[in-house]
């Protein structure tokens, strides 16, 4: 089976999270071509998450993992038998052309992602964000984690998975990292649905200006190679 499979899903699942499962429906088409792997944090029964009439159509299973989102999708990479990496938030939504753009993307020597856009659970104003988040990943090469990150196994092997010592920003360490190595881009030009939640807790302008500052930050620090990259053979 392991050599059929051409993506392994990576979902990294928060104690009581419960997006997962509609993520699950929108992956159902990929039956026999993926594995989906939920990976929580560790001391989470994983069985209290599915309940015994689920009726996935997809091959899913659990993985535990210490906290920390590096630690689940490294824990969850460990254990993929897929030839590319696919790793998706929760809370991520997709329609047939994202399942088929990623499904295409399949063996390709690149770092591919997707283009964002806000579920109607957030403020209207989620809009600029989402043409932000386009223009600073084809202008400035930086996509986020909330894009679908999809590489393969061999590739991220090499740059050395998500670094665990970050309480944040992985997903951008990871393309800093992918960048260094010298690995191409690959924009799918088909869009990635996220929750606007945050953005409505929290409100719009205090979320964007404190992702934005937050950006500047970790571009600032990992542009930079740390000892630890350098001194990998």
Same mark, same amino acid.
């Given at each position: 089976?392991?050599?059929?499979?051409?993506?392994?899903?990576?979902?990294?699942?928060?104690?009581?999270? !419960?997006?997962?499962?509609?993520?699950?429906?929108?992956?159902?088409?990929?039956?026999? *071509?993926?594995? %989906?792997?939920?990976?929580? %944090?560790?001391?989470?029964?994983?069985?209290?998450?599915?309940?015994?009439?689920?009726?996935?159509?997809?091959?899913?299973?659990?993985?535990?993992?210490?906290?920390?989102?590096?630690?689940?999708?490294?824990?969850?990479?460990?254990?993929?038998?897929? $030839? !590319?990496?696919?790793?998706?938030?929760?809370?991520?939504?997709?329609?047939?052309?994202? #399942?088929?753009?990623? @499904?295409?993307?399949?063996?390709?020597? *690149?770092?591919?992602?997707? =283009?964002?856009?806000? =579920?109607?659970?957030?403020?209207?104003? #989620? &809009?600029?964000?989402?043409?932000?988040?386009?223009? &600073?990943?084809?202008? @400035?090469?930086?996509?986020?984690?909330?894009?679908?990150?999809?590489?393969?196994?061999? @590739?991220? =092997?090499?740059?050395?998975?998500?670094?665990?010592?970050?309480?944040?920003? $992985?997903?951008?360490?990871? %393309?800093?990292?992918?960048?260094?190595?010298?690995?191409?881009?690959?924009? @799918?030009?088909?869009?990635?649905? #996220?929750?606007?939640?945050?953005?409505?807790?929290?409100?719009?302008? &205090?979320? !964007?200006?404190?992702?934005?500052?937050? #950006?500047?930050?970790?571009?600032?620090?990992?542009?930079?190679?740390?000892?630890?990259?350098? =001194?990998?053979?």
């Amino acid at each position: 089976m392991a050599a059929r499979l051409k993506l392994s899903i990576i979902v990294p699942v928060g104690p009581g999270e !419960t997006a997962w499962r509609g993520l699950l429906e929108d992956l159902a088409v990929l039956e026999g *071509a993926a594995e %989906v792997i939920l990976v929580a %944090v560790a001391g989470e029964s994983p069985r209290s998450f599915v309940p015994a009439d689920h009726g996935l159509r997809i091959s899913a299973h659990w993985q535990e993992a210490p906290p920390g989102r590096a630690r689940q999708q490294n824990a969850g990479a460990a254990a993929a038998q897929g $030839e !590319t990496l696919w790793f998706l938030h929760a809370d991520s939504r997709l329609n047939a052309a994202a #399942t088929d753009a990623a @499904l295409a993307f399949s063996g390709r020597a *690149a770092l591919g992602y997707f =283009d964002l856009e806000f =579920d109607a659970d957030g403020p209207w104003l #989620t &809009r600029l964000n989402a043409l932000g988040a386009r223009l &600073r990943s084809r202008w @400035l090469g930086l996509p986020f984690g909330d894009q679908g990150l999809l590489l393969p196994r061999r @590739l991220f =092997d090499a740059i050395g998975g998500f670094d665990e010592s970050l309480d944040a920003g $992985e997903d951008h360490a990871l %393309v800093w990292a992918a960048r260094r190595a010298g690995i191409r881009l690959a924009p @799918l030009g088909v869009a990635l649905r #996220t929750s606007g939640r945050r953005y409505a807790e929290h409100g719009w302008l &205090r979320t !964007t200006l404190r992702h934005a500052g937050l #950006t500047v930050t970790q571009a600032r620090r990992f542009a930079r190679p740390s000892a630890a990259t350098r =001194d990998r053979p």
